[in-house]
């Protein structure tokens, strides 16, 4: 079954430069969510989309803003990057809100 | 808002075992439980859930258990084998909001 995918699977940036994340749910779903995971740590969620509406918003920077496209990929937006932003950034998408959430294999963002 | 507390942090358990993990939540409303399976690198994959009108659920060698009126549930693994060594994540979510809070997470180790 075609799962979420994710590009890049790795991005290496310097600080205070910008990085774009990209996510292409499963097929039919509408729902799109995205969250960071630091080493050790439990995913945090940052916002998500319900047919190209931002639906919830969690801990997302302001630096950050994200959107969902009439094909319901979503792209994850970040500017003026710190060092503190190195994680993984994970998308889920669900279909219609359900909270049955699909993961993504996540996008590792390194900030130099 | 919600809190989930996931315990043990790390179980080492030799192949054949069983093994428990444990959660508790703290909002009566939430009345959606998944259980995800995050490998090294890789993105969380759900692995059971189990709804508030559910006690028990099982899948094979995975069966998670909810009790209601005192706020825990729990996720059991039987018949270990290596490739079950992985960190596990609980969560919790609501009718209200479709984002789930997560547990810290449990490393779980099988020895050969």
């Known amino acids: 079954a075609a799962g979420v995918i994710q590009s890049p699977r790795h991005l290496i940036k310097e600080k205070r430069e910008t990085a774009t994340l990209k996510c292409y749910p499963i097929?039919?779903?509408?729902?799109v969510y995205w969250y960071q995971q630091g080493p050790g740590q439990d995913p945090q969620f940052l916002i998500s989309?319900?047919?190209?509406?931002?639906?919830d918003k969690g801990s997302i920077p302001d630096r950050f803003s994200a959107q969902q496209f009439s094909d319901y990929h979503s792209e994850l937006n970040m500017s003026s990057l710190e060092l503190g932003d190195s994680a993984l950034y994970f998308c889920a998408s669900s279909l219609e809100e359900q909270e049955t959430q699909y993961f993504g294999p996540g996008t590792r963002l390194l900030v130099l | 808002g919600e809190n989930v507390e996931q315990h043990p942090s790390t179980l080492s358990v030799q192949e054949g075992d069983s093994a428990v993990i444990k959660c508790t939540y703290s909002d009566s409303a939430s009345n959606y439980f998944p259980w995800y399976k995050q490998e090294l690198g890789k993105g969380p994959q759900l692995i059971i859930d189990?709804?508030?009108?559910?006690g028990e659920k099982k899948d094979q060698r995975i069966a998670v258990t909810l009790n209601k009126t005192a706020k825990h549930f729990s996720l059991h693994i039987t018949e270990t084998q290596p490739e079950d060594s992985a960190v596990y994540f609980c969560?919790?979510?609501?009718?209200?909001?479709?984002?789930?809070?997560f547990g810290r997470g449990t490393s779980l180790i099988v020895h050969p």
């Open positions: 989309f319900y047919e190209k509406m931002q639906s």
């Open positions: 097929p039919r779903h509408d729902t």
């Open positions: 969560a919790a979510s609501s009718g209200g909001s479709y984002i789930p809070t």
């Open positions: 189990i709804r508030s009108n559910v």
